[in-house]
C-alpha cells in the first residue's frame, strides 16, 4: 500500500498568514492526489484533485502542487472558516489511502 | 441537489452484525461508482470498500475483507455495507461517499455519516 505522511500533523496560525501542509507519498504516484477539508462533526469536502486543480466553488486562496512523491496545499490568506484538518488522498492505486490529516487550529 | 443519507449505525457487540445503508438522490445513482470510507473517533479516514456502477468490481480494504460486503440497488437508489464479526476497532463514524466519474478513487460528495460502535 501506498503510505502518505502529512507534515506539520498540528499548524497553529492567524487570520491572513499564508499556511502550508506537505503531503509525501512513500513512492511515485504522479499527480493522482487529492485533497479535502473536514471540520469537526461534519464529512470530508473536496479541495483539490489532480494535484492542482480546484474542485468548484472552492475559493482561490486554495492552492496545490507537487508530483511524484513530494505534495503541497497552500492557503494564501487564512480566513476563519479555514480552521478545520485537511487530508491528502493518493488516487494512484488500490488501495486508496489517505494522509494522518492536519489540524489547522487558531493562534 | 446531491443528497446521501447513511442510516443503520448503532450499539452491537463483539461479533455481532450490522447492516448499514446510504440513501441517495440528486444524481444519477446507477451511473456511479460508490465507496464506503470510515473514521474512528478522533482518528483519521480510512477507506473501507468500493463498488461499481454495475456491482461488476468490488474492492475491501485486508482490515475487513471476508467480513464486510458491499452492495447496491440501483432500483432503489441505495448502498449498502453487511458487516459482520464486528470487532472493537471497527467502531467508526461511515460515510457513504460518491466517486467522481472522471478520477478514480476521487471523492466528490459524502454523507453525513453514521456511527457504529463495537462494545460489550
Known amino acids: 500500500d501506498i503510505q502518505l505522511t502529512q507534515s506539520p500533523s498540528f499548524l497553529s496560525a492567524s487570520v491572513g498568514d499564508r499556511v502550508t501542509i506537505t503531503c509525501r507519498a512513500s513512492q511515485g504516484i504522479s499527480s493522482y492526489l487529492a485533497w479535502y477539508q473536514q471540520k469537526p462533526g461534519k464529512a470530508p469536502k473536496l479541495l483539490i484533485y489532480a494535484a492542482s486543480t480546484l474542485q468548484s466553488g472552492v475559493p482561490s486562496r486554495f492552492s496545490g502542487s507537487g508530483s511524484g512523491t513530494e505534495f503541497t496545499l497552500t492557503i494564501s490568506s487564512l480566513q476563519p472558516e479555514d480552521f478545520a484538518t485537511y487530508y491528502c488522498?493518493?488516487?494512484?492505486?488500490?488501495?486508496?489511502?489517505f494522509g494522518q490529516g492536519t489540524k489547522v487550529e487558531i493562534k | 441537489e446531491v443528497q446521501l443519507v447513511e442510516s443503520g449505525g448503532g450499539l452491537v457487540q463483539p461479533g455481532g452484525s450490522l447492516r448499514l445503508s446510504c440513501a441517495a438522490s440528486?444524481?444519477?445513482?446507477?451511473?456511479?461508482?460508490m465507496n464506503w470510507v470510515r473514521q474512528a473517533p478522533g482518528k483519521g479516514l480510512e477507506w473501507v470498500s468500493y463498488i461499481s456502477s454495475s456491482s461488476s468490481t468490488i474492492y475491501y480494504a485486508d482490515s475487513v475483507k471476508g467480513r464486510f460486503t458491499i452492495s447496491r440497488d440501483n432500483a432503489k437508489n441505495s448502498l449498502y455495507l453487511q458487516m459482520n464479526s464486528l470487532r472493537a476497532e471497527d467502531t467508526a463514524v461511515y460515510y457513504c461517499?460518491?466517486?467522481?466519474?472522471?478520477?478514480?478513487?476521487?471523492?466528490?460528495?459524502w454523507g453525513q455519516g453514521t456511527l457504529v460502535t463495537v462494545s460489550s
Open positions: 440528486g444524481f444519477t445513482f446507477s451511473s456511479y461508482s
Open positions: 488522498q493518493q488516487l494512484n492505486s488500490y488501495p486508496p489511502t
Open positions: 461517499a460518491r466517486e467522481t466519474l472522471y478520477f478514480d478513487w476521487l471523492i466528490d460528495y
